[in-house]
């Protein structure tokens, strides 16, 4: 190819040739693209799995009753058979038996207790937290004693050793009152400084009135007596019970606010971003 060929063909046609654009401010300025507007926040997608939380005053609506309607059912079954002989209360809602509903529910309520108390203890100051740990612990081995009975063990063999009689014929409530002392000694000025900390002792007080100075009258009276299926008794051992159904949850409903005041988020909703 000659050289006058070569010029004589058009950039276009010349394949050697790069054809480069002409440059115009005016439609740079044009073509100028706007700027980004910021995206909207990401929607879960529909459909997507989520776990939505329970919400803590609905956690103990539930549980208050639940609570109530064991208590409705154990007096209800105790005035039904007045003036019938030999009449029991049906052993899962009679209260002050051992493995029924209301033992379930209490063992259940403590280890929400106790799992509350490890939130808090997780979120707490570290000069703080083995109280808070102290007091998980004992909510969790008073869920498990729930259902093992294994203070009715203890009582009786300190009852059988030492000739327990009267108020303290149910001898476990013995050790349980000096353990009861230490961990008040230890947990109660710290717990005071919490917001909810009146609901959680008043709630304590409740469940000690029930479990600790009724069933020591109960234990007087089955003494005096020795008929665990007599009216009195009855009233007597479902009073025990709902009074700690009733500390339990009045407990949890301080704790879950003693939670939200540490900064710990109970309720909301968890979006699975797996997918």
């Known amino acids: 190819m000659t050289a006058q060929h070569h010029l004589a063909r058009s950039a276009?046609?010349?394949?050697?040739?790069?054809?480069?654009?002409?440059?115009d401010?005016?439609?740079a300025g044009a073509r100028a693209p706007a700027p980004a507007e910021p995206s909207p926040a990401a929607q879960p997608p529909v459909g997507a799995p989520h776990l939505a939380l329970l919400r803590p005053s609905r956690v103990v609506t539930v549980?208050?009753?639940?609570?109530?309607?064991?208590?409705?059912?154990?007096?209800?079954?105790?005035?039904?058979?007045?003036?019938?002989?030999?009449?029991?209360?049906?052993?899962?809602?009679?209260?002050?038996?051992?493995l029924n509903i209301s033992t379930w529910f209490s063992s259940a309520v403590h280890l929400a207790n106790a799992a509350v108390l490890a939130l808090i203890?997780?979120?707490?100051v570290r000069r703080e937290r083995w109280r808070w740990i102290l007091l998980s612990l004992a909510c969790a081995v008073v869920a498990m004693d729930e259902t093992a009975a294994n203070h009715e063990q203890i009582g009786w063999i300190?009852?059988?050793t030492f000739g327990t009689s009267g108020l303290l014929t149910y001898a476990w409530i013995i050790p349980a009152s000096v353990l009861?002392?230490?961990?008040?000694?230890?947990?109660?000025?710290?717990?005071?400084?919490?917001?909810g900390s009146w609901i959680v002792i008043a709630g304590a007080a409740v469940f000690l009135f029930g479990a600790v100075g009724l069933e020591a009258v109960g234990g007087a009276v089955f003494e005096q007596t020795g008929d665990v299926h007599a009216f009195g008794y009855n009233l007597l051992a479902g009073a025990e019970e709902?009074?700690?159904?009733?500390?339990?949850?009045?407990?949890l409903a301080?704790?879950?606010?003693?939670?939200?005041?540490?900064?710990?988020?109970?309720?909301?909703?968890?979006?699975?971003?797996s997918r």
């Not at 276009?12 to 440059?23: C, G, K, L, S, W």
């Open 121 to 124: 203890a997780a979120n707490s």
């Open 180 to 195: 009861v002392l230490i961990v008040a000694v230890l947990c109660l000025p710290m717990l005071l400084r919490r917001p």
């Open 242 to 251: 709902t009074c700690e159904m009733a500390g339990l949850v009045i407990a």
């Open 25 to 27: 401010d005016r439609e």
């Open 158 to 160: 300190i009852h059988t």
């Open 254 to 273: 301080g704790l879950l606010r003693i939670a939200g005041g540490s900064g710990l988020r109970i309720a909301g909703t968890f979006v699975d971003g």
């Open 63 to 98: 549980a208050g009753v639940i609570a109530a309607l064991l208590a409705i059912a154990h007096f209800g079954a105790a005035v039904y058979g007045i003036g019938r002989p030999g009449f029991e209360i049906p052993a899962p809602i009679r209260l002050g038996n051992e």
């Open 12 to 23: 276009d046609e010349d394949p050697a040739t790069e054809v480069i654009p002409r440059f």
